[in-house]
C-alpha cells in the first residue's frame, strides 16, 4: 500500500518541522555548552616537573633546574610542554650528542621522556629523556638519578 500525500498532510508536515526548529537548535546548544563547560581542561605542566640530573656513560650529567638545561658550564633555556605521549622539553637552540658530548646545536628541539609511548608515557614522573646522535641515528637514555 502507497503512501498518498494530501495537501492537509503536506501542510502538517511543513508546520511541524518549522514549529520544531526553534526548539531544537536552542536545545542542541544547551546540550553541546553542558557538555563543553563539564569537560577537564587540560593544565600544562610546571617547569620543576623535569627537574633533576639526568645521567649517561657517553656525556657528562645533564642537570635541569627551573627552565634552564646546563651540562659541562653551558646552558640553554627549556619549557615543558605537551607532546602526544606525555611530556617533552623544547629547547630554542636544539640539543644532541656530538662525539660523547651533548651539543647546543641541530635541529632536535624537541626531547622526549621516558621513551615517548603509550605503555609509558612521560606525565606523573620523568623517569629519562633521549636526546639523538647529531651524526647517527643513535639515540641515548638519560636516567634520572635525583
Not at 553541546?32 to 650529567?61: E, H, K
Not at 638545561?69 to 622539553?89: C, D, F, H, M, W
Request: hydrophobic fraction near 45%.
Amino acid at each position: 500500500m502507497a503512501f498518498r500525500s494530501t495537501p492537509e498532510d503536506n501542510a502538517l508536515f511543513y508546520a511541524f518541522g518549522a514549529g520544531i526548529m526553534p526548539v531544537l537548535i536552542p536545545g542542541m546548544l544547551l546540550v553541546f555548552g553542558i557538555i563543553y563547560l563539564a569537560m577537564p581542561r587540560s593544565v600544562p605542566p610546571s617547569q620543576s616537573w623535569a627537574d633533576g640530573t639526568y645521567v649517561n656513560a657517553c656525556c657528562a650529567p645533564l642537570v635541569l633546574r627551573n627552565g634552564i638545561l646546563e651540562t659541562r658550564g653551558r646552558t640553554t633555556r627549556y619549557i615543558v610542554s605537551e607532546a602526544k605521549y606525555g611530556y617533552q622539553l623544547e629547547v630554542p637552540t636544539g640539543i644532541g650528542v656530538q662525539r660523547g658530548a651533548v651539543r647546543f646545536e641541530g635541529n632536535a628541539v624537541f626531547v622526549h621522556f621516558n621513551n615517548d609511548s603509550m605503555a609509558r608515557p612521560a606525565l606523573h614522573e620523568a623517569k629519562s629523556l633521549h636526546l639523538f646522535d647529531l651524526d647517527k641515528a643513535t639515540s641515548y637514555e638519560f636516567v634520572k638519578v635525583r
